[in-house]
């Protein structure tokens, strides 16, 4: 009964869809026509296997189990450019990250630089290291020998915090 | 619309038929309780119970009648208005046509071919704007709009406001020589302010009447002093012109209403992505019209408003500003047919080679002889795009280009193109808010104003005697407008063609003993038909109120502000409420419950 793909014989999943529409609190998603602003416009349209009008379809249509293990959902560079543009307010994006969030739940394979990022802002507190640079008369300097105030650690109540964050949004 | 059947049952049956009452079991019950049948099979109870109790009380009542005025009020002089006027005025029935610019003939007076047959669009349209003005049951009132409508379905006293032109209508010949020594330019409003013309002219070139006005904003003897300028005086040979003209307020007396005040097009302004404002070659499709019309701007010649040049791209993009839940949500029901034109007259003017492009998200070509225009455009080498971009750049050299990804070919397409036209769709119009306010027709959640029947009753507004015609109900092409407008005429002619009208009897009632005199009931109604009237009572001089029984629609807000309990709806009192309260409550107290 119902719908398959005949190429990969694959089977909707209602259930998983069901519980990526309720991680997204809202239904705006089965909104989507199809109009592929959100792939026009997206930031990372070349790095993508699948494209973000695809994801909504396949979303909607109950074809989501291969999503949580793609690297597709890693590739998205959260410019938000769908979520302003979209007419139906059914953007990709929230789609996106609830996948995500369901992938760290099932322990899928994480992209390694998320995981640098993660360990660099419960380290730092920054997203990014801060970096020596090269001037135009070629002198390395860093913050220390333009004078620039030192930046300091976080404190460890952040880290608590941070991880207390980070438990509560991926379950 | 069954509650008639039921009274004319009763009527048959040998009683007053306002001894009817209707338990609506259908709509407050089955249709609302579909999920929990036992409880609302105890609601049907209760309902009738209530119901039966009530019609115990009921009192006869008798309809009023009324003489209706035979005269219309048409407002707006689009294709709509035009022909809701003629068809009332060919009937022998006086039309009085308000139009808000100095010429009739509205938008589609602007457009430059009409589909699916490519039709001149003036060349249809003029003649019907000279049939009106030359219709001796037609009174035209242009650059006037509607200020105040008293009364009711049948009388209804009018108040148009007619702004000054500062030209006399009976003098003016339309020759012009004024504005060839008038220094001041404006932009132009009939060419989408594409090009200027001076401060003194004539609204356009197929302008009805044919008769020069005055920009007061801009003109400098009117803006600043009485000792500058004054050239266009000078070289008036008619000697029309008249700085002292003042507004005229005219009353007039009609026995119903058509609304046929049409619509605004979308400003793509608020879409920011798309460029509209920043890069010049970026234009509406409104604009386009201008631009390929022979009496526009270029004469006809498509050219690009940057550098005046034949564009060898054109690429339009659908549906913007509708299907879009940041502007309007509805469908549009024109653009794609527009653009389809649009495409189809590039293709035409321009040569063989020019490179045309559709985005589309889907073609709706819903009309007759809609897809056979679709397939036209389909033969003449079109590309279309089945998908939108994102946003547009304009590079150093002056084109534009945008990504696109297309859903046939699964590729993502860069167009490099000299012209881009959105395909933005009609809007409320701004006056929509003021006019619905002053004539009690109520608006839609899209804007536009309510039909009083999405299906039944698609001609009229709820308000008795006010018609609907054309886009100000809902966006609309020329066929679905001129069609409507006949059937608001038609609905016009039969409620003047009556002579007189039985108005509904369920009306408001004061009982003077009880009446303070504290006017609250007069500020509320919403159709001002309370009045207060001077009363002396033992050598005191106090205030009542009194209803105009013509005017009331009995809609009960008097009733419930009423401090005192004075002013009631008949059949809907105190008495005929509570006794349906106790009957509710019957069998909970039967049961010994609270």
């Given at each position: 009964?119902?719908?398959?793909?005949?190429?990969?014989?694959?089977?909707?999943?209602?259930?998983?869809?069901?519980?990526?529409?309720?991680?997204?609190?809202?239904?705006?998603?089965?909104?989507?026509?199809?109009?592929?602003?959100?792939?026009?416009?997206?930031?990372?349209?070349?790095?993508?296997?699948?494209?973000?009008?695809?994801?909504?379809?396949?979303?909607?249509?109950?074809?989501?189990?291969?999503?949580?293990?793609?690297?597709?959902?890693w590739t998205c560079v959260t410019c938000l450019k769908c979520v302003q543009r979209c007419p139906q307010k059914a953007s990709p994006y929230q789609v996106i990250i609830a996948l995500r969030n369901l992938a760290v739940e099932k322990e899928a394979k994480v992209p390694e630089g998320y995981l640098k990022a993660f360990s660099q802002i419960l380290e730092t507190g920054q997203v990014d290291t801060y970096q020596k640079i090269v001037t135009r008369k070629m002198e390395t300097v860093d913050r220390e020998c333009l004078k620039l105030p030192k930046i300091c650690s976080p404190r460890e109540k952040f880290q608590v915090v941070f991880m207390k964050a980070m438990e509560e949004k991926t379950g | 619309m069954h509650e008639?059947?039921?009274?004319?049952?009763?009527?048959?049956?040998?009683?007053?038929?306002?001894?009817?009452?209707?338990?609506?079991?259908?709509?407050?019950?089955?249709?609302?309780?579909?999920?929990?049948?036992?409880?609302?099979?105890?609601?049907?109870?209760?309902?009738?119970?209530?119901?039966?109790?009530?019609?115990?009380?009921?009192?006869?009542?008798?309809?009023?009648?009324?003489?209706?005025?035979?005269?219309?009020?048409?407002?707006?002089?689009?294709?709509?208005?035009?022909?809701?006027?003629?068809?009332?005025?060919?009937?022998?029935?006086?039309?009085?046509?308000?139009?808000?610019?100095?010429?009739?003939?509205?938008?589609?007076?602007?457009?430059?071919?009409?589909?699916?047959?490519?039709?001149?669009?003036?060349?249809?349209?003029?003649?019907?704007?000279?049939?009106?003005?030359?219709?001796?049951?037609?009174?035209?009132?242009?650059?006037?709009?509607?200020?105040?409508?008293?009364?009711?379905?049948?009388?209804?006293?009018?108040?148009?406001?007619?702004?000054?032109?500062?030209?006399?209508?009976?003098?003016?010949?339309?020759?012009e020589a004024c504005a060839q020594v008038c220094p001041v330019k404006v932009p132009d409003r009939f060419n989408e302010n594409l090009t200027q013309k001076r401060a003194i002219s004539i609204y356009s070139t197929h302008a009805v009447p044919n008769i020069a006005i005055i920009n007061p904003d801009h003109c400098l003897r009117l803006k600043y002093d009485k000792g500058v300028c004054g050239k266009c005086q000078e070289a008036c040979e008619a000697k029309a012109i008249d700085f002292e003209e003042q507004p005229e307020t005219i009353q007039v007396k009609v026995g119903g209403v058509v609304l046929a005040v049409g619509s605004e097009v979308f400003d793509a302004l608020e879409m920011a992505e798309l460029g509209y404002?920043?890069?010049?070659?970026?234009?509406?499709?409104?604009?386009?019209?201008?631009?390929?019309?022979?009496?526009?701007?270029?004469?006809?010649?498509?050219?690009?408003?940057?550098?005046?040049?034949?564009?060898?791209?054109?690429?339009?993009?659908?549906?913007?500003?509708?299907?879009?839940?940041?502007?309007?949500?509805?469908?549009?029901?024109?653009?794609?047919?527009?653009?389809?034109?649009?495409?189809?007259?590039?293709?035409?003017?321009?040569?063989?080679?020019?490179?045309?492009?559709?985005?589309?998200?889907?073609?709706?070509?819903?009309?007759?002889?809609?897809?056979?225009?679709?397939?036209?455009?389909?033969?003449?080498?079109?590309?279309?795009?089945?998908?939108?971009?994102?946003?547009?750049?304009?590079?150093?050299?002056?084109?534009?280009?945008?990504?696109?990804?297309?859903?046939?070919?699964?590729?993502?397409?860069?167009?490099?193109?000299?012209?881009?036209?959105?395909?933005?769709?009609?809007?409320?119009?701004?006056?929509?808010?003021?006019?619905?306010?002053?004539?009690?027709?109520?608006?839609?959640?899209?804007?536009?104003?309510?039909?009083?029947?999405?299906?039944?009753?698609?001609?009229?507004?709820?308000?008795?005697?006010?018609?609907?015609?054309?886009?100000?109900?809902?966006?609309?092409?020329?066929?679905?407008?001129?069609?409507?407008?006949?059937?608001?005429?038609?609905?016009?002619?039969?409620?003047?063609?009556?002579?007189?009208?039985?108005?509904?009897?369920?009306?408001?009632?004061?009982?003077?003993?009880?009446?303070?005199?504290?006017?609250?009931?007069?500020?509320?109604?919403?159709?001002?038909?309370?009045?207060?009237?001077?009363?002396?009572?033992?050598?005191?001089?106090?205030?009542?109120?009194?209803?105009?029984?013509?005017?009331?629609?009995?809609?009960?807000?008097?009733?419930?502000?009423?401090?005192?309990?004075?002013?009631?709806?008949?059949?809907?009192?105190?008495?005929?409420?509570?006794?349906?309260?106790?009957?509710?409550?019957?069998?909970?107290?039967?049961?010994?419950?609270?």
């Amino acid at each position: 009964m119902g719908l398959s793909d005949l190429m990969s014989m694959a089977k909707p999943n209602i259930e998983a869809r069901n519980k990526i529409l309720t991680r997204i609190g809202g239904k705006e998603l089965v909104n989507c026509f199809q109009c592929i602003k959100c792939t026009s416009g997206c930031t990372a349209l070349k790095l993508l296997e699948l494209k973000p009008h695809e994801i909504i379809k396949l979303v909607n249509l109950g074809f989501v189990d291969e999503l949580p293990s793609s690297d597709i959902i890693w590739t998205c560079v959260t410019c938000l450019k769908c979520v302003q543009r979209c007419p139906q307010k059914a953007s990709p994006y929230q789609v996106i990250i609830a996948l995500r969030n369901l992938a760290v739940e099932k322990e899928a394979k994480v992209p390694e630089g998320y995981l640098k990022a993660f360990s660099q802002i419960l380290e730092t507190g920054q997203v990014d290291t801060y970096q020596k640079i090269v001037t135009r008369k070629m002198e390395t300097v860093d913050r220390e020998c333009l004078k620039l105030p030192k930046i300091c650690s976080p404190r460890e109540k952040f880290q608590v915090v941070f991880m207390k964050a980070m438990e509560e949004k991926t379950g | 619309m069954h509650e008639e059947t039921f009274r004319r049952a009763v009527a048959e049956a040998g009683l007053n038929s306002y001894l009817t009452e209707i338990v609506n079991l259908r709509e407050q019950v089955s249709w609302a309780h579909t999920h929990e049948p036992e409880k609302a099979t105890e609601k049907a109870k209760a309902l009738v119970r209530m119901g039966v109790a009530r019609s115990r009380i009921l009192e006869p009542l008798e309809k009023r009648r009324v003489s209706v005025e035979k005269s219309v009020l048409v407002v707006g002089g689009g294709i709509a208005g035009i022909q809701a006027s003629l068809d009332l005025a060919n009937a022998g029935f006086p039309v009085y046509l308000v139009e808000k610019a100095p010429s009739i003939g509205g938008r589609m007076a602007q457009l430059d071919k009409t589909f699916p047959t490519l039709d001149c669009s003036a060349c249809i349209l003029t003649p019907k704007m000279v049939d009106v003005i030359k219709h001796p049951k037609i009174t035209l009132l242009t650059n006037a709009e509607v200020t105040d409508v008293k009364g009711f379905v049948g009388n209804y006293e009018v108040t148009v406001l007619k702004k000054p032109r500062y030209v006399d209508d009976k003098k003016c010949v339309g020759c012009e020589a004024c504005a060839q020594v008038c220094p001041v330019k404006v932009p132009d409003r009939f060419n989408e302010n594409l090009t200027q013309k001076r401060a003194i002219s004539i609204y356009s070139t197929h302008a009805v009447p044919n008769i020069a006005i005055i920009n007061p904003d801009h003109c400098l003897r009117l803006k600043y002093d009485k000792g500058v300028c004054g050239k266009c005086q000078e070289a008036c040979e008619a000697k029309a012109i008249d700085f002292e003209e003042q507004p005229e307020t005219i009353q007039v007396k009609v026995g119903g209403v058509v609304l046929a005040v049409g619509s605004e097009v979308f400003d793509a302004l608020e879409m920011a992505e798309l460029g509209y404002g920043r890069f010049k070659n970026v234009i509406s499709n409104i604009e386009f019209e201008r631009i390929s019309d022979a009496s526009g701007p270029t004469g006809g010649k498509i050219l690009s408003p940057k550098n005046g040049k034949t564009p060898k791209t054109i690429a339009f993009i659908q549906c913007v500003g509708c299907r879009d839940k940041r502007f309007h949500e509805y469908c549009c029901r024109i653009g794609c047919m527009v653009t389809l034109k649009q495409a189809i007259l590039a293709r035409e003017k321009i040569n063989e080679k020019v490179k045309i492009y559709i985005c589309y998200i889907d073609m709706r070509a819903f009309g007759k002889g809609y897809d056979e225009f679709y397939r036209r455009a389909r033969d003449m080498d079109i590309d279309f795009i089945a998908g939108l971009p994102s946003e547009i750049h304009e590079s150093p050299d002056g084109s534009l280009y945008f990504d696109v990804y297309d859903k046939g070919t699964d590729k993502l397409l860069q167009i490099h193109t000299d012209l881009v036209i959105l395909g933005t769709g009609p809007v409320p119009n701004k006056d929509l808010a003021d006019l619905s306010a002053i004539l009690h027709a109520s608006r839609g959640a899209d804007g536009f104003l309510l039909e009083a029947h999405p299906k039944l009753r698609p001609l009229e507004s709820a308000a008795a005697g006010v018609f609907l015609a054309g886009a100000c109900q809902g966006p609309k092409d020329i066929p679905d407008t001129v069609a409507q407008a006949s059937g608001a005429a038609a609905k016009a002619l039969d409620l003047l063609s009556r002579g007189e009208i039985e108005l509904e009897p369920l009306k408001a009632m004061v009982d003077e003993d009880l009446c303070s005199g504290c006017k609250i009931c007069a500020s509320i109604c919403p159709f001002l038909a309370i009045e207060m009237k001077t009363d002396i009572t033992e050598g005191k001089e106090g205030a009542k109120a009194e209803v105009i029984e013509a005017v009331c629609q009995g809609c009960g807000l008097c009733s419930s502000a009423c401090p005192t309990g004075a002013i009631k709806i008949q059949q809907y009192g105190n008495k005929q409420v509570m006794i349906q309260v106790d009957a509710a409550l019957a069998e909970s107290w039967a049961k010994g419950g609270k």
